[in-house]
């Protein structure tokens, strides 16, 4: 069974351009969360996404945001970036209705 | 809100030894509580996930106990080996929202 799968690997983009980052969960899992991984901050909730909606969402800016389409999969999408923005994002999914959270590779992005 | 602890944030060991790592909460309510091991640069790997109703789970030389009455968790490595040479974190979800709330990790060194 293939786990989760997320790409691009690594991205560099500059200030104030915008990113997409791009996340298929594990066949059958219908939620799907993102974290964000910074240097020194540890690992933070950013949005949950279940059955196309969002259900809930972490203490970012509305610059963060995304959306999950018919087949699971999802899509983050950073605007306005900023060099703060640095990080290691990991997509996480799981079925519905279950807690435990499988996690895939991570995409380093780099914003300089 | 809830909170999760890990202290030391690092650890150096001989190979061969057991030991144990520490994750505390402040938040009797959780669902469950999942362990997981990140190497530098990459996605989480879930190791553990331990129910409420559960008062420890095993899988090979790993063993993780939840004692939610006094918000703690330990995980036990037997017989470490360089190989287990990792950042361990813990993990808790808060509620029906199910966004997990992470500790910031041991950094284990397991030395030869």
């Known amino acids: 069974e293939a786990g989760v799968t997320q790409s691009p690997t690594h991205l560099i983009k500059t200030r104030g351009q915008q990113a997409t980052l791009r996340c298929s969960p594990i066949s059958g899992h219908t939620s799907v969360y993102w974290y964000q991984q910074a240097l020194g901050l540890g690992l933070q909730f950013l949005l949950w996404y279940d059955e196309g909606e969002e259900r809930n969402r972490g203490n970012f800016p509305p610059r963060f945001s995304g959306r999950q389409f018919p087949n699971y999969s999802s899509e983050l999408n950073v605007n306005a970036l900023e060099l703060e923005d640095s990080a290691l994002y990991l997509c996480?999914?799981?079925?519905?209705?279950?807690?435990?959270?499988?996690f895939g590779p991570g995409t380093r992005l780099t914003v300089t | 809100k809830q909170e999760v602890t890990q202290i030391p944030a690092a650890l150096s060991v001989p190979e061969g030894e057991n030991l144990v790592l520490n994750c505390s909460f402040t938040?009797?309510?959780?669902?469950?509580l999942q362990w997981f091991r990140q190497d530098p640069g990459k996605g989480l790997t879930s190791l553990l996930l331990i129910q409420s109703s559960q008062r420890e789970q095993t899988s090979g030389r790993l063993n993780a106990s939840l004692d939610k009455s006094s918000g703690r968790s330990t995980l036990y490595i037997a017989a470490s080996q360089p190989g287990d040479s990792a950042t361990y974190l813990c993990?808790?979800?808060?509620?029906?929202?199910?966004?997990?709330?992470f500790g910031k990790g041991i950094t284990l060194s397991v030395r030869p």
């Open positions: 993990a808790a979800p808060l509620g029906a929202n199910s966004k997990l709330t």
């Open positions: 938040d009797s309510a959780i669902y469950n």
């Open positions: 996480a999914s799981s079925p519905m209705g279950h807690y435990e959270q499988y």
